[in-house]
């Protein structure tokens, strides 16, 4: 059988993620592979191990991207911290909590959920109560950006209530980093999750993790071994520390894609974090203004909104599937359907790394306005 060469066509990417990626780091994908123990790139390893510190705004060592998508950062932080029979609270305002509940459980937890409503924040009061209630917690998890909804969680009040009780908290910052201020020390967070290919503009496929030393004991203490071999942060901590040629062999490094990586980190630290969560804040000023222009609303309350991913409401009688199919043909234009309880009702309208920028917004409101 013959096959074509694989020429993908150009989109402009506004959905809920991948998005766009920039040729600086496409360009970087593409450099000469070179040997996962090679000391050039463990070098580079360890300079990705650094920026990412900086992305996270933390000191711990344990700090580095485990090879594979998000779900891979959600299911390392369960599998390396909750044992049978512990205690673990799951704060559940969308998607990603209802995933983080399910691997909870498979891992043996006894696992309270906390519930709040589709598009509202993480209510810390239901936590406090529920910790005051639960002695002994081990673990606390929620999701910092709720990509399911646009919704932005109190990270620093959550991860705060989390530790007062003794607690170590589990944070998804998928959707966040790069994006909105993620603060791991600020937070005293304790194990915390992120991927490649939203605000940092990277292709999917890798997830940036940082574990506390809290957390690293907390590995330590286990009196069983981790339910994933491939996730057992005892093992692949061998391969990413140490530097120097002192690492041991536990997985084949994606290589080229942490070329990627470094890339994107590098363009992010160039134009400053600060800079970029700015950015993200004004695109999305512009982006509202011309939503209600067109007379299109929210789903999220101004105040709990995330810039980088916007739920509008799909007005009534109108074909939602429609509007996306009139943006991909007409314009190359990828923006997002609802998820779960939102399939149909909202649009997820991503501005996540270099995809915010004006010009973007620009097309994105045109293809809304003929769309509809
Ligand atoms: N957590 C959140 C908040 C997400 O938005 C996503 C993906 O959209 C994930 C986890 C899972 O990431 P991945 O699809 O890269 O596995």
């Keep these: 059988m013959n096959s074509e060469t694989f020429n993908p066509p150009q989109r402009i990417l506004m959905g809920p993620g991948p998005s766009d990626v920039h040729p600086r780091v496409l360009s970087a994908l593409a450099r000469p592979t070179v040997g996962h123990l090679d000391p050039a790139f463990s070098a580079m390893?360890?300079?990705?191990?650094?920026?990412?510190?900086?992305?996270?705004?933390?000191?711990?060592a344990l700090t580095f991207p485990i090879s594979g998508p998000g779900m891979t950062g959600m299911e390392s932080c369960?599998?390396?911290?909750?044992?049978?029979?512990?205690?673990?609270?799951?704060?559940?305002?969308?998607?990603?909590?209802d995933r983080m509940q399910d691997i909870a459980?498979?891992?043996?937890?006894?696992?309270?959920?906390?519930?709040?409503?589709?598009?509202?924040?993480?209510?810390?009061?239901?936590?406090?109560d529920a910790l005051k209630a639960q002695p002994g917690t081990k673990v606390v998890a929620f999701v910092h950006a709720e990509t399911s909804t646009g919704v932005q969680?109190?990270?620093?009040?959550?991860?705060k209530l989390a530790s007062?009780?003794?607690?170590?908290?589990?944070?998804?910052?998928v959707t966040s980093l790069g994006g909105i201020p993620v603060e791991v020390d600020g937070w005293g967070a304790d194990a915390v999750y992120s991927g490649t290919q939203k605000c940092l503009s990277c292709p999917p496929g890798l997830s940036?993790?940082?574990?506390s030393p809290r957390?690293?004991?907390?590995?330590?203490?286990?009196?069983?071994?981790?339910?994933s071999w491939f996730l057992d942060l005892g093992l692949v901590m061998g391969y990413w520390e140490g530097g120097g040629g002192k690492r041991a062999y536990h997985h084949t490094a994606p290589v080229n894609a942490l070329y990627g990586l470094h890339e994107s980190l590098k363009m992010i630290l160039d134009e400053g974090l600060e800079n970029s969560w700015a950015r993200h804040a004004a695109m999305h000023a512009t982006l509202k203004q011309g939503l209600e222009e067109l007379g299109l609303s929210f789903l999220v309350d101004e105040a709990h909104r995330l810039p980088q991913l916007n739920?509008?409401?799909?007005?009534?009688?109108?074909?939602?599937?429609?509007?996306?199919?009139?943006?991909?043909?007409?314009?190359?234009?990828?923006?997002?359907a609802g998820l779960g309880a939102l399939a149909g009702k909202v649009w997820r309208i991503g501005l996540m790394g270099q995809s915010a920028n004006e010009r973007n917004i620009a097309l994105c409101l045109r293809a809304l306005k003929d769309g509809l």
């Design 164 to 173: 007062d009780h003794g607690a170590l908290s589990i944070v998804d910052t």
């Design 45 to 60: 390893m360890e300079e990705v191990k650094g920026m990412l510190r900086q992305l996270f705004r933390t000191d711990n």
């Design 153 to 159: 969680s109190d990270a620093a009040a959550l991860c």
């Design 208 to 211: 940036p993790v940082t574990f």
């Design 215 to 227: 957390a690293a004991e907390a590995v330590k203490a286990r009196t069983t071994p981790a339910v």
């Design 78 to 97: 369960f599998v390396n911290l909750v044992e049978p029979g512990d205690k673990v609270i799951v704060c559940r305002n969308g998607v990603f909590g």
């Design 311 to 336: 739920a509008v409401n799909v007005p009534d009688g109108v074909d939602e599937a429609a509007v996306r199919s009139h943006a991909l043909n007409a314009y190359g234009l990828e923006i997002g």
């Design 105 to 128: 459980k498979r891992c043996g937890g006894e696992v309270t959920v906390l519930d709040d409503a589709w598009g509202t924040p993480v209510d810390p009061q239901k936590l406090e």
